[in-house]
C-alpha cells in the first residue's frame, strides 16, 4: 500500500536506519506493539484496508483517526498535507507523469503541425504554378485562323 509514495531511498533508511534501532525494538514484545492503543489502531488499518480495499490513504487514516486538517497527516509525516492526498487517488507524482505525458504529445503535435503546415505551403506554390500554366497559356490556334 505504502510503497506508491514512499521513495525507494526513504523506505531503505526507516527499514535499516529505524526498524533495526534497540529503540525501535523495545516497542514491540513478541512481535506485537507494546502500546494497547497503537495495536488496536494497528488492527484497525488492517482490517479496513482488507475489507475495502479501493479506500485510498487519507480515507483510512481518516476513517482510523479523524480528519485530517493539518498541515501533516498522521502515518505521512510533515511532508504530506491532507489536501495532496484528497480527490481521489492521484499522487504529485502521477500528475507530474501525466503532465510529462501531456507535454510530450504537445511538442508531437506541433512537430506535426509544422509538417502540415511546410506540405500546405508545397502544395500551394505548386498550385499557383498550375493555375500560371493552365490559365496564362497563350490559347492555341484555332483551325480557322490557319
Known amino acids: 500500500m505504502f510503497q506508491k509514495w514512499v521513495d525507494k531511498s526513504d523506505w531503505e533508511w526507516l527499514i535499516k536506519e529505524h526498524f533495526f534501532t534497540e529503540?525501535?525494538?523495545i516497542r514491540k514484545k513478541n512481535n506485537k506493539l507494546v502500546e494497547?492503543?497503537?495495536?488496536?489502531?494497528?488492527?484497525?488499518?488492517?482490517?479496513l484496508v482488507q475489507s475495502e480495499s479501493s479506500l485510498t490513504n487519507i480515507e483510512v487514516v481518516e476513517r482510523c483517526f479523524?480528519?485530517?486538517?493539518?498541515?501533516?497527516?498522521?502515518?505521512?509525516?510533515?511532508?504530506i498535507i491532507a489536501?495532496?492526498?484528497?480527490?481521489?487517488?492521484?499522487?504529485?507524482?502521477?500528475l507530474l507523469?501525466?503532465?510529462?505525458?501531456?507535454?510530450?504529445?504537445?511538442?508531437?503535435?506541433?512537430?506535426?503541425?509544422?509538417?502540415?503546415?511546410s506540405k500546405y505551403d508545397?502544395?500551394?506554390?505548386?498550385?499557383?504554378?498550375?493555375?500560371?500554366?493552365?490559365?496564362?497559356?497563350?490559347?492555341?490556334?484555332?483551325s480557322s485562323d490557319q
Open 23 to 25: 529503540k525501535f525494538k
Open 36 to 47: 494497547p492503543e497503537t495495536n488496536e489502531k494497528y488492527d484497525k488499518i488492517k482490517e
Open 66 to 79: 479523524r480528519p485530517q486538517r493539518k498541515s501533516h497527516v498522521v502515518g505521512f509525516g510533515g511532508g
Open 83 to 94: 489536501k495532496e492526498l484528497k480527490g481521489g487517488n492521484s499522487s504529485k507524482a502521477a
Open 97 to 117: 507523469e501525466k503532465l510529462n505525458a501531456t507535454v510530450k504529445e504537445n511538442e508531437s503535435l506541433k512537430g506535426r503541425l509544422e509538417g502540415l503546415k
Open 122 to 142: 508545397e502544395l500551394g506554390s505548386k498550385y499557383a504554378q498550375l493555375a500560371k500554366i493552365v490559365f496564362d497559356q497563350p490559347s492555341s490556334p484555332s
